[in-house]
């Protein structure tokens, strides 16, 4: 019997080594705290098993140290444990020096025995036929018994109050604990009263060691764990439903059973609520599904979720259906995609999108052929300042209005920005009489006003490959810039001519910087006589030798150039080749003047007034050798800028010549502001027509005028001799025209002078 008991002890010891150990590694807080009380219970059971194995007195006696030192570890071991394991907030200091120093002076009088012989003797007995040494305890042992029991009684007190302070559902925690503790305490004092040599209630404190690491390091309340998971889920704004493995409804939270009308007593009827409010859903387990329902203000989007759950072994043991309502997040997203995409005056598509859905639209379909059609209100800027903003937008909402009637069935629409629109037509549905008819002429009506938009239509069809939206819509708007300027016409399509137009002037736009370097691009020039014949100066025309394309008169470039902006460049080089001409005269001593153009968009790249007296300054000629021809759209745009240009040209001592007079529409009325020195008559006079009369009397008027006015007139395009009498009988001063040469090389031009004299 002995022997038995000295084998559960020692299992016992090994089991608790264990757990302490296992306790130590964990990673709980805890963890260390348990190892250390683990550890002090081994120590009572380690002295016991050497009293109960022990035949020699003094072996035994040892065994009682080691047993009752070890009872204060364990009371102060467990006293530590219970404030940590309770989360005892408050440090209690005072306690816890009374437990350290109560538990010290029961050591240190349990050690004093040998000498002191007051806290307890042993006496042989025979137990099971052989010798024990049993237990005689004197007042030191009733001391150690007190100070036991008077700690124990601490630790319940803090175990008793946290158990009542906390939720029923924690409580269990605590309890066990509690429980094994009690056990083991009702077991000690039984062993302590009923005298049995054995102490049987190690077993008890071994037990609870085992609990006490259990409960602290490995226990997770399962239901616990349930309680909280079920009261998650009721509350989960979320419908959730459970099924059973043969798909009926065991358990719905709040939400289902507020969505679905289910009746808790009855989860059964469940299925056929489903049914009815989501018509066939998936019989199999495990999908997750759109759901849209109703429209307008009744409009719900759900998302549904269907998953098994299976259990170790992967059988389906039963499922669960999630219902959640995402309409307003729909709603919201849909909001914002719409706003994203759309315009919001119109409603129509933004650029963006526009564009976007075109290329989808091309791509899904690239056998068919389409149309780009690129809309534009003429001076729609008119109508704002006119008619105020507010009808502004009115007719823009027409516009689209009307986009939306007649663009026909698979054609997309929106709004470019401002007065511009474009669509693409599918050419099969396309009906130039009825799109471009309703299209362009309508009227707006709103309150009084009345106002017919003069709406025109650049139209692109787009090749195979086409992948630009942005590039076609150029190209589109590029056919209603050939009818820009014509009120009859309304719409126009890109053609072929357009497309190598294009391709030709990307070619020379690439080309320009490299042709002034090499001098491709220089100045021809085109005398200027007097009545009596004389040459007295010339004018400085470009002309460019192109490597490939040969010789090119400026209507071939100039206007391209003016476009992109690269005519102040070619300008610039011009006006230099004249300077240093002039410079070259000047050194040979003759005084003869040179005319250089200057394009309307020269004054948006460049300080003109600046750049002509800096190109005088640095070739040190007399500003008044260089003209300056000007034309009447100078004065277009942004007059008092451009008059303040003028007049300092003026001043700086350039004579500036009005270029082609007479051709344009506003001559007459801008001759009255412009500080003009020489009137350029253009030849459109001088063409042959049947009111040969009636021109020639405006040319001679015009002359008589300009020298009213005290200007030097000059006529271009005199090409017969006939022409030149007349006009010089007319009293004209100055004369330039194919009669007397054409426009010729530096060389041929000194060549020319050289014959004249
Ligand atoms: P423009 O300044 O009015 O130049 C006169 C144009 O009339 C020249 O054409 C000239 O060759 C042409 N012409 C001269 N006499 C006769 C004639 O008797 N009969 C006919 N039918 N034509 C005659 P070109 O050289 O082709 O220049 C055309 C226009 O290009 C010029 O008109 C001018 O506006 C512009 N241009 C020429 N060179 C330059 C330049 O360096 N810079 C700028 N910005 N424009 C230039
Ligand atoms: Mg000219
Ligand atoms: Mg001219």
Redesign the pocket.
């Known amino acids: 019997m002995r022997l038995t008991m000295a084998i559960v002890f020692a299992i016992m010891i090994v089991a608790l080594i264990i757990c302490a150990i296992m306790a130590s590694r964990s990673k709980k807080a805890i963890g260390l705290v348990v190892a250390f009380a683990v550890t002090c219970i081994i120590f009572p059971i380690v002295g016991n098993l050497i009293i109960t194995v022990s035949t020699s007195e003094k072996l035994s006696t040892i065994g009682y140290y080691i047993y009752f030192i070890g009872m204060d570890m364990i009371m102060y071991s467990m006293f530590y444990f219970a404030l940590r394991y309770c989360r005892v907030k408050k440090s209690y200091k005072f306690l816890r020096i009374l437990v350290v120093t109560l538990s010290l002076i029961d050591v240190v009088q349990l050690l004093l025995n040998p000498l002191l012989h007051h806290a307890f003797a042993t006496e042989r007995i025979v137990v099971y036929g052989a010798d024990y040494y049993r237990l005689i305890p004197y007042f030191g042992q009733t001391f150690h018994r007190v100070v036991c029991y008077g700690i124990l009684a601490m630790i319940f007190v803090i175990f008793l109050i946290r158990r009542a302070t906390t939720p029923r559902i924690y409580a269990e925690r605590y309890s066990s604990i509690l429980i094994c503790m009690l056990i083991a305490a009702i077991a000690e004092t039984y062993f302590i009263f009923s005298k049995t040599p054995i102490d049987i209630s190690m077993i008890a404190f071994g037990i609870f060691g085992l609990t006490l690491y259990y409960f602290a390091i490995h226990y997770r309340s399962l239901r616990l764990l349930d309680r909280m998971l079920s009261d998650l889920v009721s509350e989960m704004t979320q419908s959730i439903m459970f099924f059973d493995s043969h798909g009926g409804c065991i358990w719905a939270n709040d939400a289902a059973v507020a969505q679905m009308g289910i009746d808790r007593r009855n989860f059964e009827l469940a299925d056929a609520k489903i049914e009815e409010m989501f018509p066939n859903l998936p019989t199999i387990n495990d999908w997750t599904q759109e759901y849209t329902k109703g429209e307008g203000e009744d409009f719900r989007y759900y998302i549904l979720k269907k998953q098994a759950v299976r259990d170790a072994r992967g059988r389906v043991t039963g499922s669960f259906l999630g219902i959640e309502d995402k309409t307003s997040e729909y709603q919201e997203l849909a909001q914002q995609r719409y706003l994203a995409r759309h315009d919001s005056l119109t409603g129509l598509y933004n650029r963006d999108y526009l564009y976007k859905r075109i290329l989808e639209r091309i791509d899904e379909h690239p056998q068919e052929g389409y149309y780009i059609g690129f809309l534009n209100v003429k001076n729609f800027k008119m109508v704002n300042d006119v008619f105020g903003n507010a009808f502004g937008d009115y007719t823009l909402k027409c516009i689209a209005d009307k986009l939306r009637e007649f663009v026909p069935e698979g054609g997309i629409y929106g709004r470019i920005t401002g007065d511009l629109f474009g669509f693409l037509v599918p050419i099969s549905h396309f009906n130039q009489e009825r799109l471009v008819k309703n299209m362009t002429a309508f009227v707006v009506e709103e309150g009084d006003v009345s106002y017919s938009p003069f709406v025109q239509i650049g139209i692109y069809e787009i090749a195979r490959g086409d992948r630009d939206v942005a590039v076609m819509f150029d190209r589109a708007h590029m056919a209603l810039t050939s009818i820009k300027d014509d009120y009859t016409e309304r719409v126009a399509y890109y053609d072929d001519h357009m497309r190598s137009q294009v391709l030709w002037e990307q070619m020379l736009s690439a080309q320009v910087e490299k042709a002034i370097e090499e001098k491709q691009i220089r100045?021809y020039y085109?005398p200027i006589v007097d009545a009596k014949g004389k040459v007295v100066g010339a004018?400085?025309?470009?002309r460019w030798r192109h490597p490939e394309k040969g010789f090119l008169?400026?209507?071939d470039f100039?206007p391209v150039f003016e476009k992109n902006g690269m005519?102040a460049d070619?300008?610039r080089s011009?006006w230099r080749s004249a300077c240093e001409k002039l410079a070259s005269w000047k050194k040979e001593g003759r005084d003869m003047f040179l005319s250089v153009?200057?394009?309307p968009k020269d004054f948006y790249f460049m300080d003109v007034a600046e750049e002509l007296v800096e190109l005088t300054k640095e070739y040190e000629i007399d500003p008044k050798n260089l003209r300056v021809?000007i034309t009447e759209t100078v004065m277009m745009s942004d007059i008092k800028n451009r008059l303040g240009i003028l007049r300092r040209l003026k001043k700086a001592g350039f004579i500036v010549e009005m270029?082609?007079f007479g051709s344009g529409f506003s001559s007459l009325n801008l001759l009255k502001d412009m500080p003009v020195d020489v009137l350029k008559i253009d030849?459109v006079f001088l063409r042959e027509s049947a009111e040969r009369d009636r021109a020639r009397t405006i040319v001679h008027n015009i002359i008589k005028l300009s020298h009213d006015l005290r200007m030097t007139s000059l006529t271009?395009?005199?090409?017969t001799e006939e022409q030149f009498k007349a006009l010089a009988d007319m009293g004209c001063h100055l004369f330039?025209?194919?009669?007397f040469a054409k426009?010729m090389t530096d060389e041929e031009f000194e060549e020319f002078c050289r014959k004249e004299k």
Do not use: H, K, W
């Not at 271009?716 to 090409?719: D, L, P, T």
């Not at 330039?736 to 009669?739: D, V």
């Open positions: 100045p085109q004018e400085a025309l470009a008169n400026p209507s100039i005519i070619v300008d011009i153009n200057i394009s021809e270029d082609d030849m271009e395009g005199v090409e330039q025209g194919f009669y426009p």
